[in-house]
């Protein structure tokens, strides 16, 4: 008994020290986020591409979260460590190996995984495609492979060399051993060019590279062999030869707040698969994190960080080298678990009252912290906050930035209500404007407006719009209020010079036509005045005619018509030749009014194309516009080419600014008409070139095709001709900015694309695409 006793009091002082030591190991800090929140994402194609595909994604999270600012931080490989180390950054979208790593040596977690886009459908797994030319006889398996010039990626990629290297170890080949030369090209597509180019006998790359640089017309896949293609997954349409692994995860470091990993993930997973957002991300939204098993496996065979040093200790040979430990071990286990049970037997009920009691307590406290904290927040931030009745409209809280905003105390703001310091809005227009909030048809609204402060100035301001309903409160709104002065006076300011140097380009252009187009209206001129000298003639002759008529019907009403008078009647019809003149009269009519009908086109389409637009975007149809420029561009194509035009005869009204659109259409089609000109040489009366021009809807937008069978671009030129004073025509004959202000109108002014895939000798295809409805506002940020 009193062994069992004795024994009964250890476990109950080991419980206690277990437990008193578990209770303060935690660490006590706990990371709350600022203001700004860094996203770091990996740049495997570079940071410029990086920040364009991922810009977007950035702002809808901006919205998403108000009073948050997202930046993208866009790193390279060898950056990814640093930036966590010196925490740099709150989330990653990193390659499924570098999470890995993040999760092992950082505490990273996931909280989402990409969908990539497979043709209309997602998917949210990828691979690795090992393959050669297909004109290689003597390669047909991996184990040919061996004393090869082999290139890949990099070592840290994981689709790009990673899980090709596992592929291939699993077939007894070590790389660094087995292969002639092993080298990496850094970027997926000089891999595959490598290969093609005959510089290395194989390659790998993640999969689906293959086929986008396919449908860029970069390579022919009848060019490439795929070792040990994998086809028996027929939802995974993409050549390949390893497993399939889970794609490009979202995680949190360690050091950001789960409340603020829980909105993050809430707003990336109710992404629309079909956004502009993903659009530019080419992916399909995300998805629920899904399980990264088989990375780290793949990791582990490889023994490659975080498992470098992974298996180098057995089990066996651990359990022999601690077995004493592991022994005493499991006895205080059993021990602990014996008298936890025994506890909670014992004190079950008390235990529960203690714990929810306690629970209630830190709850409380936690909310009283958080509320503090949360109003210290908002009165450090520089926009102004303000919460208002949805029934009454009053003001019940302001931050000190609405205080230093708007210049009345708090108190006087709250007796006020936001019809106070709107003088343009009555209360009607107001819960109008503020209906689908309560209805519930809108989550949130973002508008422009007008704040008037105390001493009656006006503000230009930005207001973010919610309704809330705390739990057993009255529902509310909640506006956050930004000052956009400064930014309305750089816009404007960036705006007036975009303009001008748009219609200075236009007027040049303009200038470039007029000696085309006076030659377009000379023509008709011509003939119009040829036919008028011929009618007034054959009015001479028949009015003549007609006096004669006369002479001889007076005669005849007075009995007397001579013989002489019926010759002189004869003669005078045979000289007026009235057949002929019957005959060619009407004709020459008709060809004066076709005339008059040509010049007047060509004037109409010149006075539409030279008008200074406005800043406003308006539906506008493309087709009509399309036309216009090519009327107007007329003498510059019209011995060269033949336009043909497959337009959409319903495509809808496009929102765009018409003369700058008109701007991009113009420089495409003079560009097209040099190219087949200098194609054709000197022999104009040779067959003509073709300029197809083709109009249709896709989803969310329209799509203009303008495709030409002039001479093409040099390869190396093609990654340039949107730089600024970039031009291959001789000096003075182009000054290399008509292309760069195209680029401009339609990415930066519409947020469309603007694409060009060319053959040398074959021809030139432009691709516009143009959003049919608004595209979110860019975010400005550094790199």
């Not at 707003?267 to 939204?285: H, K, T, V």
């Not at 066996?316 to 678990?337: D, E, P, R």
């Not at 709250?414 to 209906?435: Q, W």
């Not at 002479?551 to 007075?558: H, P, Q």
Request: with cysteine; hydrophobic share 35%; proline share 4%.
């Amino acid at each position: 008994m009193t062994h069992m006793t004795t024994t009964l009091k250890i476990c109950l002082l080991i419980i206690l020290y277990t437990i008193g030591g578990a209770s303060a190991s935690p660490a006590q800090a706990s990371s709350s986020h600022n203001k700004t929140i860094y996203i770091g994402v990996l740049a495997n194609s570079g940071k410029q591409k990086c920040f364009q595909m991922w810009r977007p994604t950035a702002q809808y999270l901006q919205n998403k979260l108000p009073g948050e600012h997202v930046q993208i931080v866009c790193l390279d490989f060898d950056e990814v460590d640093k930036a966590v180390e010196e925490k740099r950054v709150d989330f990653s979208i990193t390659n499924p190996s570098m999470y890995v790593n993040l999760e092992y040596n950082y505490g990273f977690s996931r909280i989402s995984t990409l969908k990539s886009k497979i043709a209309d459908k997602s998917n949210s797994q990828f691979g690795g495609v090992i393959f050669h030319r297909s004109d290689r006889a003597d390669i047909k398996k991996a184990e040919d492979l061996k004393d090869k010039r082999f290139m890949a990626v990099a070592e840290s990629s994981f689709g790009g060399w990673q899980v090709s290297w596992r592929y291939l170890k699993e077939r007894g080949i070590d790389p660094y051993r087995d292969f002639k030369e092993l080298l990496f090209g850094g970027r997926q597509e000089s891999v595959v060019m490598a290969v093609i180019n005959g510089d290395v006998d194989a390659g790998c790359v993640r999969t689906d590279i293959l086929e986008q640089m396919a449908n860029a017309n970069t390579i022919n896949l009848h060019d490439i062999a795929v070792i040990d293609p994998q086809i028996q997954n027929s939802q995974f349409p993409y050549r390949r030869t390893t497993r399939l692994y889970p794609e490009w995860p979202l995680a949190k470091a360690q050091h950001t707040s789960p409340e603020l990993a829980k909105k993050v993930a809430l707003a990336m997973m109710q992404l629309p698969d079909n956004s502009i957002e993903a659009f530019y991300s080419q992916s399909r939204g995300w998805t629920i994190p899904l399980d990264y098993h088989e990375v780290h496996e793949c990791l582990r065979l490889l023994q490659i960080a975080p498992y470098v040093d992974y298996g180098k200790i057995t089990l066996h040979q651990l359990y022999q080298q601690y077995k004493v430990w592991i022994f005493m071990g499991a006895t205080i286990l059993a021990c602990i678990l014996s008298g936890i049970a025994l506890v909670l037997k014992l004190n079950t009920k008390l235990k529960t009252a203690l714990i929810n009691l306690d629970l209630e307590h830190q709850q409380r406290a936690q909310v009283i912290a958080d509320l503090d904290e949360f109003k210290l927040t908002l009165d450090q931030t520089l926009d102004c906050v303000f919460m208002f009745s949805a029934d009454t409209l009053r003001y019940i809280y302001v931050n000190q930035g609405a205080v230093h905003h708007i210049g009345y105390s708090r108190e006087e703001l709250l007796s006020m209500t936001p019809l106070d310091i709107k003088p343009d809005t009555t209360e009607t227009e107001f819960r109008a404007l503020i209906a689908p909030l309560i209805e519930k048809t809108s989550s949130s609204l973002t508008y422009p407006g007008t704040h008037q402060r105390k001493d009656g100035t006006l503000v230009p301001v930005e207001v973010f719009i919610q309704h809330i309903t705390p739990p057993h409160e009255k529902s509310r709104f909640v506006a956050i209020v930004r000052d956009i002065t400064i930014r309305l006076e750089k816009e404007k300011e960036r705006e007036v010079l975009r303009t001008r140097l748009h219609q200075e380009q236009k007027l040049a252009s303009v200038g470039q036509l007029a000696a085309g187009i006076a030659h377009e209206i000379n023509t008709p001129a011509q003939y119009l005045g040829s036919n008028i000298d011929f009618l007034q003639e054959g009015f001479h002759d028949i009015s003549k005619l007609v006096d004669q008529f006369h002479l001889l019907l007076d005669a005849a009403k007075k009995q007397q018509i001579s013989p002489e008078l019926i010759a002189d009647t004869e003669k005078r019809l045979e000289d007026t030749d009235w057949s002929y003149l019957k005959e060619e009269i009407p004709q020459a009519i008709k060809q004066s009014t076709d005339g008059v009908n040509q010049v007047s086109s060509i004037v109409l389409a010149m006075k539409k194309f030279s008008h200074p637009g406005g800043t406003e975007k308006e539906p506008t149809d493309l087709n009509e516009l399309l036309n216009t420029t090519l009327t107007v561009s007329r003498n510059e194509w019209k011995y060269w080419l033949e336009p043909v035009l497959q337009l959409d005869p319903i495509l809808p009204q496009v929102p765009c600014m018409r003369n700058e659109i008109g701007q991009v259409f113009l420089n495409i089609f003079v560009n097209a008409a040099h190219s087949i000109a200098e194609k054709q040489g000197t022999n104009p009366e040779g067959k003509k070139g073709q300029l197809i021009i083709s109009s249709q809807q896709k989803d969310n937008f329209a799509i203009i095709t303008v495709a030409d069978s002039g001479n093409g671009i040099k390869k190396e030129n093609l990654a340039k001709i949107f730089d600024p004073f970039f031009t291959t025509k001789e000096v003075g004959k182009g000054t290399g900015q008509g292309l760069t202000i195209a680029y401009d109108i339609v990415t930066n002014k519409h947020g469309g694309n603007l694409e060009v895939t060319s053959e040398e000798g074959i021809g030139t295809t432009f691709t516009i695409t143009l959003p049919l409805s608004p595209v979110p506002q860019k975010i400005e940020e550094d790199l």
